[in-house]
């Protein structure tokens, strides 16, 4: 065994540093976002009472000076499903499902941010009537699963049942 005078051991403590400290160094360092792209959603829950005589929906949803608004006029019949819902070029990207218990869940992909949100409902009943506009007013919330520098998703959820449209 071959033994190190203090110098060689001063030697040997440094080049066990110089090939160390980069390992250490990237250890402590900011965490590295994940490549997933989030999505954030602004979901509206039609009760299975208040979707049970729905032939037609109007959803606008307005943040920060821009809208948008999506229509379904397939709402009929209640079997449970896709809905389709047009989706025009440059909107958000939309989605409806008629569920088993006869409700409707719209799930509108949006790049809405935490301000305030403005989600307002009208259409018509199976009989031609309008069912009423609704207007609820949402506070959108922001998750940062991997912390605040990475970003995270931001939802906003209502329901609309026989009293009208509300915050969820």
């Given at each position: 065994?071959?033994?190190?005078?203090?110098?060689?051991?001063?030697?040997?403590v440094?080049?066990?540093?110089?090939?160390?400290?980069?390992?250490?160094?990237?250890?402590g360092?900011?965490?590295?976002?994940?490549?997933?792209?989030?999505?954030?959603?602004?979901?509206?829950?039609v009760?299975?009472?208040?979707?049970?005589n729905?032939?037609a929906?109007?959803?606008?949803?307005?943040q920060?000076?821009?809208?948008?608004?999506?229509?379904?006029?397939?709402?009929?019949?209640?079997?449970?499903?896709?809905?389709?819902l047009?989706?025009?070029?440059?909107?958000?990207?939309?989605v409806?499902?008629?569920?088993?218990?006869?409700s409707?869940?719209v799930?509108?992909?949006?790049?809405?941010n935490?301000?305030?949100?403005?989600?307002?409902?009208?259409?018509?009943?199976?009989?031609?009537?309008?069912?009423?506009?609704?207007?609820?007013?949402?506070?959108p919330?922001a998750?940062?699963?991997?912390?605040?520098d990475c970003?995270?998703p931001?939802?906003?959820v209502?329901?609309?049942?026989?009293?009208?449209?509300?915050?969820?």
């Open positions: 065994m071959r033994r190190f005078g203090p110098a060689g051991r001063v030697c040997a440094l080049g066990a540093l110089a090939i160390g400290a980069p390992l250490l160094l990237s250890c360092s900011a965490s590295v976002c994940p490549a997933v792209g989030y999505i954030s959603l602004v979901s509206l829950h009760t299975a009472e208040r979707a049970a729905l032939a929906l109007v959803i606008e949803l307005c920060d000076g821009a809208c948008h608004s999506f229509s379904a006029n397939a709402l009929t019949p209640l079997t449970p499903g896709p809905i389709p047009p989706n025009s070029p440059g909107a958000p990207q939309s409806s499902l008629r569920m088993a218990d006869g409707i869940d799930r509108i992909e949006a790049g809405i935490d301000h305030p949100l403005d989600l307002t409902t009208s259409g018509t009943n199976t009989s031609g009537w309008s069912i009423g506009m609704s207007h609820v007013r949402l506070k919330t998750t940062y699963p991997d912390g605040r970003g995270g931001t939802t906003a209502a329901t609309l049942d026989a009293l009208g449209l509300r915050a969820s």
